[in-house]
């Protein structure tokens, strides 16, 4: 089998070689804002995954599960993978109602400057998104802005690590303890990200991971809930899967209505189809393995970027990370400074004809977006820094698959456009 497995190995690395080497030599040099970094490693496991006849949620997936969760020091928490990020906080905000820890009705303090399916659940939960400002030193919610949210209604915090950078966690939870409030973490953008010696997913109550593709690791599609106790474990695995019963210590339970009824067809509550799949978990546990080490790529191609958007420090900034914390860079910010006699759109538009993907902080400001603003939601002041980076903020791509040739384009690309300022 050993045998069978190195020769696979062997030929899968051999073929990827081939189509890499074809893309490289048939298309014009692209920086792209992610990229799926992965071998025959991840691609034998999904195929073991398939030979074993293994395709639905199984085994592959509870192992998942367990490593994740060992790698956040997790030891007493769980984890519940799913199909995407986007389930992710679906399925954690729809076990805090079903728990009863949230009601219709009550709030969420959420940043404004943030991407769409932070908020999204919330407005199909009958819950109320009251969106604060962002620090302009991070991006990430402020927590002054946050004690100013706070109202009888108010229940959870929802921090996003945006881009990868630590939200400032300590404050938060301060903020949280004196309210009485949950902290939700919404880590979809910050795998491996570390908050003064602790990785984000890890602080809070309940915490939220994608494995989209153009994030640090990735599975393709996938997400993952966290949650620091297993108070509720049964209630997320049973909402993931159809509200069907988790936990029956018996094959047949007496309900009534039903009689003695096989208990793996009893479902308990309204839930949903969001599992993850084991050919897929199986990839992602071999880029669990590799997550440290991609991110230390991520953080020198970061700091590469850094110098070379620094010699333009007249026009251009970009984000630092205070001592003893690291940010995941799922991408690398650049914002406008004041200075800039350009738009973000023509320096956008200069980046992407000479091949560089940006884009801009994800939705810019939630509350702004056609399909946010006549939904039932709290603003809470004016939003400057958000409706800032709305307007001036961009981010180009740091992965662990950039080469020199794309540091090259980017310094290139900088300098045309800089050439007559």
Not at 193 to 209: C, N, W
Not at 391 to 404: C, I, K
């Amino acid at each position: 089998m050993e045998a069978f497995e190195e020769k696979m190995k062997e030929m899968i690395r051999m073929e990827f070689a081939r189509r890499r080497n074809l893309e490289r030599n048939s298309a014009p040099l692209h920086m792209g804002v992610g990229f799926p970094v992965y071998d025959e490693n991840e691609l034998y496991g999904a195929l073991d995954s398939l030979l074993d006849l293994r395709l639905s949620q199984g085994e592959r997936v509870q192992r998942f599960e367990r490593e994740y969760s060992s790698y956040l020091g997790l030891d007493n928490g769980c984890g519940i993978a799913v199909n995407s990020g986007s389930s992710a906080n679906l399925l954690v905000l729809s076990a805090m109602v079903q728990a009863g820890l949230i009601k219709r009705g009550e709030e969420v303090i959420v940043p404004a400057a943030t991407f769409a399916t932070v908020s999204s659940p919330l407005y199909q939960l009958g819950l109320v998104p009251v969106y604060v400002d962002s620090e302009s030193s991070s991006w990430n919610m402020d927590p002054a802005e946050v004690e100013k949210a706070i109202s009888p209604k108010s229940k959870v915090i929802m921090v996003v690590h945006n881009l990868g950078f630590p939200a400032q966690m300590d404050e938060l939870l301060k903020i949280a303890k004196s309210f009485n409030l949950l902290v939700l973490e919404d880590c979809c953008e910050a795998h491996g990200a570390v908050y003064r010696g602790r990785r984000v997913g890890s602080i809070g109550d309940f915490s939220t991971l994608s494995f989209f593709v153009a994030h640090n690791i990735t599975t393709g599609e996938g997400g993952m809930v966290f949650a620091q106790k297993k108070d509720h474990e049964n209630l997320l695995r049973s909402l993931r899967e159809f509200g069907r019963m988790i936990g029956a210590s018996s094959r047949y339970k007496k309900i009534e209505g039903l009689g003695d009824y096989d208990t793996r067809y009893i479902f308990e509550r309204l839930g949903f189809n969001i599992r993850m799949t084991d050919f897929v978990a199986a990839m992602g546990r071999v880029q669990l393995k590799k997550l440290e080490s991609l991110n230390k790529i991520r953080r020198a191609n970061a700091a590469k970027l850094r110098e070379l958007v620094g010699r333009y420090g007249k026009f251009l900034s970009t984000l630092e990370v205070e001592e003893g914390s690291f940010s995941a860079y799922y991408g690398f910010p650049i914002i406008l400074n004041s200075e800039a006699d350009f738009s973000r759109n023509e320096i956008c538009q200069h980046f992407e004809a000479n091949g560089i993907e940006t884009r801009p902080n994800m939705g810019g400001c939630l509350p702004d977006q056609p399909g946010f603003a006549s939904q039932n939601h709290r603003v809470v002041g004016a939003l400057p820094v958000a409706r800032n980076i709305r307007d001036r903020a961009l981010f180009v791509g740091v992965h662990s698959g950039l080469t020199s040739e794309h540091f090259d384009l980017f310094e290139q690309t900088l300098s045309t456009f800089f050439k007559n300022r």
